[in-house]
């Protein structure tokens, strides 16, 4: 990209990477330099967390906010009640009101850590599409919105096309989706003077498509700016790991966990994720991202610190940091240590020390934990384990438990 930005969003956008297209640059880039622009992502509500995968968007609303525009988080309440198919292979499950309300309440938690809410003009505000979408008139919306799109033109949506070129069925409900989503962008820029939404480039053709319909509607000037989809460059989806989804939620990936996946991150992805999940300068960014050999594994700890105090906060930052020094270095195991997810329910009462190395594939059998417990084979973070009758609380997993059964046999537990 050749354009040379005035404003700082723009700039920061631009040099860090999180730009894939723009509907017009030049016009948005005045808009940022004329004053204060709101601007907005939407996050549909299927999960009672976001994962990894949404932080480049959350990322963005964060340098939004910093170089003072205004962020709005739309929650999806009413659009989850469709089910975006775009790039899908299936329909998603349909949620009840009551679920997506749940999860709504879940995926508060994760953005307060990087936008400021209040009511000032640069405050960030969430709000709910259902507020505007429940209560449509069906015939209303079709003569006063649906007038305005062409089928053939939302037939030619990659998103659309690559569905329907596997002949793979693609409902009225779904097919509805991309018509409420610019909607939403109308209804935006009518109740906030929302000037930009952003999302991943899978939602390019939904978002030009509410740039249109508020041009036609109300002939006000709005713009759409895409991030890049991130694969890591090994070819994985971003968000995953091998355990499962990376959630930002504290109670269902610890931060611990958090902390691993960043430093578990592939040599060729460390320049590139620190200039998209951290705030260190471009230039070390840069030249983090050049070393080599040994070296580049201190770039790692910098990228997991940094990203894991964004979300969690220095101080777990440090303690995991500490926690896996203490597991790896000190107990001379892989990035492949297997963790045990415990839940504070199954800690109310206690857990024995026999069932905690049942659960976590060291013993095959309570029988067996106790005879290594008596044996002096057991370990709980390297020191030996010598009573079979010891529980742990709730308390107790503040932080990870390294388990060792012998001298070679690892497994970390943690809470949540």
């Not at 622009?37 to 963005?60: C, E, N, R, W």
């Not at 998603?92 to 679920?99: D, E, F, G, Y």
């Not at 939602?203 to 509410?210: A, R």
């Given at each position: ?234 070819g994985r989806k971003m968000g995953k790991s091998q355990s499962g989804a990376v959630w930002l939620n ?90 045990v997810h415990i839940g504070a329910a199954d800690l109310a009462e206690g857990l024995g020390i026999v ?62």
């Amino acid at each position: 990209m050749t354009y040379h930005p005035k404003s700082d969003f723009l700039r920061v956008m631009l040099e860090r990477g999180f730009v894939a297209d723009c509907t017009d640059y030049q016009a948005l880039d005045e808009a940022f330099v004329k004053g204060v622009v709101p601007g907005y992502i939407g996050f549909d509500a299927t999960a009672k967390s976001l994962h990894v995968g949404s932080l480049i968007q959350i990322m963005m609303l964060r340098w939004l906010q910093k170089c003072g525009g205004k962020p709005i988080v739309l929650m999806g309440g009413g659009t989850t009640k469709v089910g975006d198919p775009s790039f899908r292979a299936d329909e998603r499950p349909l949620l009840t009101n009551a679920q997506i309300d749940d999860n709504i309440a879940g995926i508060k938690r994760a953005f307060s850590p990087y936008v400021r809410f209040g009511d000032g003009p640069n405050d960030a505000i969430m709000v709910n599409n259902a507020e505007w979408l429940d209560g449509l008139n069906y015939l209303e919306f079709l003569r006063v919105i649906g007038r305005h799109f062409s089928v053939n033109r939302m037939l030619s949506f990659e998103s659309v096309k690559s569905r329907l070129d596997r002949e793979q069925s693609l409902s009225f409900l779904e097919f509805n989706y991309m018509i409420l989503q610019a909607y939403d962008f109308l209804e935006l820029n009518r109740r906030y003077g929302c000037l930009i939404q952003m999302g991943g480039s899978d939602q390019w053709g939904n978002i030009v498509n509410g740039v249109d319909l508020t041009r036609r509607v109300i002939d006000h000037e709005v713009f759409g700016l895409t991030s890049p989809l991130l694969t890591t460059s090994d070819g994985r989806k971003m968000g995953k790991s091998q355990s499962g989804a990376v959630w930002l939620n504290g109670d269902m990936f610890s931060a611990y966990e958090f902390w691993q996946f960043w430093r578990n991150t592939t040599d060729a992805d460390v320049g590139r994720f620190l200039k998209l999940y951290t705030e260190l300068p471009v230039a070390e960014c840069d030249r983090l991202g050049a070393l080599q050999g040994a070296e580049i594994n201190g770039a790692k700890i910098v990228l997991a610190n940094a990203v894991t105090t964004l979300l969690h906060g220095a101080e777990a930052a440090a303690a995991a940091e500490a926690t896996a020094r203490e597991v790896f270095e000190k107990g001379g195991v892989g990035d492949d240590l297997p963790t045990v997810h415990i839940g504070a329910a199954d800690l109310a009462e206690g857990l024995g020390i026999v069932q905690l190395f049942v659960k976590a594939g060291l013993a095959p059998s309570g029988k067996e934990a106790k005879r290594l417990i008596s044996e002096g084979g057991a370990k709980v973070n390297d020191e030996i384990v010598t009573d079979a009758g010891l529980r742990y609380g709730a308390d107790d997993l503040g932080q990870p438990l390294k388990l060792t059964a012998g001298k070679k046999r690892h497994a970390l537990v943690v809470l949540g």
